[in-house]
């Protein structure tokens, strides 16, 4: 078990603590001050410290930034009778794991410390409706306890980040999580409705509110009473629908199309977006009251590149994954492999990641998976075979780096079929618009 420092000015309250830590078989020490805390620090080692925030002298986050100037990694737990959503924010943002605030029972603590150690401990499986949030690097971490931390309450969510990152897994966890999590959770992509069905898909409507109306209909926000709705690629809605979302969250009631009277709603916002949505109020594309309505609880997911902890954690755990699904046998990746792996860029991030992995345990053979396998996949003619074993001889033979490899067969590949990209990402097994995202990434130094 592990080893936990107690910082409260009240005596009463550091005992209470430590007697419910102890009998859960952790090692305690007690400190009745910030600064006597930093003395002890320096003296011994801890896994973690539980801190209130208002103390005489040095408070709970004058200590938590001290702290993180000496041990950046030491786990922080605050406790506070005078916090806020806000005041949580600010203090994970500074670096806590979590944030408690009083009243709360010793049961609720001692289920937070076990967490915050298992955070601390190595790899994090978070999962939702079948999926899991993977992590095993503190950056990830750290956005994991923010949303257990936003979960516990109602406050209005914005998780921001690039596609294929995990913002609506994400999202489910929250849901997950929260109070709300028997209740129902609906999810509606912004960006894929059509612009001229999104308010009665999310309004609902009355019978004959307009041509086709032929009865009435649910929305989504009534869908989701008493329970989460996900507005994904909230950036995407049209700006007239964003003065009446403002209204539903103002108001915490919803107006069917063409209904005669609001009705009522008890319901948790959760949004997503992959723009930086600053840049969109500043052009206008985005009211700015509803940003800061939306705003609350504001969570940003990495993405992959930034994650360098996670990347080979995250290539062998989809190996393994895909491995049971297709019943291969692969024991490792190679060395090689290993190095595209960590180069890549992975500008489609988790997603890219893991459809590349499917792929390549689909074209193993052996007991390890190569770098042949994680090259473009091929549309089976034997040319085209030859052409990726031809590719990865001369890298091989003249040093190339992986990158040049990749660019380099999309380029003969363009090459053959005249610049024609359809045709070029099918004998590549991609789609165009990955091969679109390739030209981009190499800064369309590519003809076609």
């Not at 078989?25 to 003296?43: H, V, W």
């Not at 950036?235 to 964003?242: A, C, H, N, T, V």
Request: hydrophobic fraction near 40%; aromatic fraction near 6%; charged fraction near 30%.
């Amino acid at each position: 078990m592990g080893s936990v420092l107690i910082v409260d000015d009240e005596a009463e309250m550091r005992l209470a603590v430590k007697e419910a830590l102890t009998r859960k078989g952790y090692s305690t020490e007690l400190a009745e001050d910030g600064r006597e805390a930093l003395m002890k620090i320096g003296e011994g080692r801890f896994d973690m410290v539980i801190s209130d925030l208002k103390m005489p002298g040095m408070g709970g986050m004058e200590l938590l930034r001290s702290i993180k100037k000496v041990a950046p990694h030491m786990p922080f737990l605050l406790i506070t009778a005078f916090g806020t959503i806000q005041k949580a924010v600010e203090a994970v943002k500074e670096g806590a794991v979590d944030f408690i605030l009083k009243p709360f029972t010793l049961e609720a603590l001692e289920a937070t410390v076990e967490k915050v150690l298992r955070l601390k401990d190595g790899a994090l499986q978070t999962g939702a409706k079948g999926k899991a949030m993977i992590s095993k690097g503190p950056s990830m971490n750290r956005v994991i306890s923010m949303a257990i931390t936003a979960a516990s309450t109602d406050a209005t969510v914005l998780i921001s980040g690039e596609s294929g990152t995990g913002k609506e897994l994400l999202a489910r966890f929250i849901h997950a999580n929260s109070p709300r999590a028997e209740r129902p959770f609906v999810a509606v992509n912004c960006a894929s409705i059509p612009e001229g069905l999104l308010e009665s898909e999310l309004f609902g409507h009355e019978k004959g509110a307009f041509t086709g109306a032929i009865a009435s209909r649910h929305g989504k926000f009534e869908q989701a009473d008493t329970g989460t709705i996900l507005l994904d690629e909230i950036s995407e809605m049209d700006i007239r629908l964003q003065a009446k979302l403002l209204r539903i969250i103002q108001e915490k009631e919803v107006e069917r199309l063409g209904g005669k009277s609001p009705i009522p709603l008890d319901i948790r916002i959760i949004a997503t977006t992959n723009r930086e949505m600053k840049k969109e109020v500043a052009s206008g594309r985005f009211r700015e009251d509803l940003f800061y309505r939306l705003n609350i609880f504001p969570l940003f997911l990495p993405p992959l590149r930034q994650r360098g902890e996670d990347i080979a954690f995250l290539a062998n755990h989809f190996m393994g994954k895909f491995c049971n699904k297709y019943s291969r046998r692969l024991e490792g990746i190679s060395d090689e492999a290993l190095d595209y792996i960590k180069r890549h860029e992975w500008r489609g991030n988790i997603r890219e990641m893991e459809n590349t992995i499917e792929r390549a345990v689909l074209l193993s053979q052996g007991r390890t998976l190569v770098i042949e396998h994680l090259l473009l996949g091929y549309d089976g003619c034997p040319e085209r075979e030859g052409q990726i074993t031809e590719t990865i001889s001369q890298v091989k033979a003249n040093n190339m780096t992986l990158w040049e490899m990749e660019k380099g067969l999309i380029r003969k590949t363009l090459d053959d079929v005249e610049g024609n990209r359809t045709r070029a990402a099918k004998l590549l097994g991609i789609s165009v618009r990955t091969l679109r995202n390739k030209l981009k990434e190499y800064g369309q130094v590519l003809p076609g």
